[in-house]
Nanobody, 122 residues
């Protein structure tokens, strides 16, 4: 069974930094593409940053210059480095990834993590 486990959320003051991690566990071959999403109370879930299998990245305009998505293929882990955090970055952050895995054969599926809370105080 494949799972995405997020960690690294917490409470931080405005201007501070956090690094989120999303580790894929199970009979994993690789994370293909991945993205970080966030959902604030009363708002829709939105894409924050994404990374392709080749390492190309794309950020939402609201986080450009402050957030960086990266990946460690050897660890099957995706990261989100968040700098210069603002109160409006407060949300539950979710990892989403397309994963190839083994279950008697090779398969591809899309998974979501459970979410991690990020709270930025002013």
């Amino acid at each position: 069974q494949v799972q995405l486990v997020e960690s690294g959320g917490g409470l931080v003051q405005a201007g501070g930094s956090l690094r989120l991690s999303c580790a894929a566990s199970g009979s994993i071959f690789s994370i293909v593409a991945a993205g970080w999403y966030r959902q604030a109370p009363g708002k829709q879930r939105e894409l924050v940053a994404a990374i392709t299998a080749g390492g190309r990245t794309n950020n939402a305009d609201s986080v450009k210059g402050r957030f960086t998505i990266s990946r460690d293929n050897a660890k099957n882990t995706v990261y989100l480095q968040m700098n210069s955090l603002k109160p409006e970055d407060t949300a539950v952050y979710y990892c989403n990834a397309g994963v190839t895995y083994y279950s008697n054969s090779r398969y591809y599926a899309n998974y979501w993590g459970q979410g991690t809370q990020v709270t930025v105080s002013s």
